[in-house]
Nanobody
Framework: QVQLVESGGGLVQAGGSLSLSCAASFTRQTHNIYSMGWFRQAPGQEREFVASVKWTGAFTYDVDYADSVKGRFTVSGDNGKSSVYLQLNSLKPEDTAVYYC???????????????WGQGTQVTVSS
């Protein structure tokens, strides 16, 4: 019903930057999106919330960040393109993880247990 395609990620040195993109496509012609965002999962750890947007209008949204990335990461969205983006700046080795895009049609992705998920993209930060 919903497919998420992620791009970006890669290997970068500490202090560097990366950009991630995620676009949603739908099998049904009409759809609505309440929230889109990013999670990450490091080896041996549980998946954790990173950042999200919650649409408040056709072109406006609220943003939400995990404390660990505030001031370093920037999330943005494009409702018309059903897309969400994540700019990762001042990267640290502890940011190394697989980053997953998530979408939810009715709830905030941060709080929901029924998100749709992308396949994940690797971000590796070397020290």
């Amino acid at each position: 019903q919903v497919q998420l395609v992620e791009s970006g990620g890669g290997l970068v040195q500490a202090g560097g930057s990366l950009s991630l993109s995620c676009a949603a496509s739908f099998t049904r012609q009409t759809h609505n999106i309440y929230s889109m965002g990013w999670f990450r999962q490091a080896p041996g750890q549980e998946r954790e919330f990173v950042a999200s947007v919650k649409w408040t209008g056709a072109f406006t949204y609220d943003v939400d960040y995990a404390d660990s990335v505030k001031g370093r990461f920037t999330v943005s969205g494009d409702n018309g393109k059903s897309s969400v983006y994540l700019q990762l700046n001042s990267l640290k080795p502890e940011d190394t993880a697989v980053y997953y895009c998530a979408i939810n049609r009715f709830n905030r992705v941060r709080d929901s247990g029924d998100n749709y998920w992308g396949q994940g993209t690797q971000v590796t930060v070397s020290s």
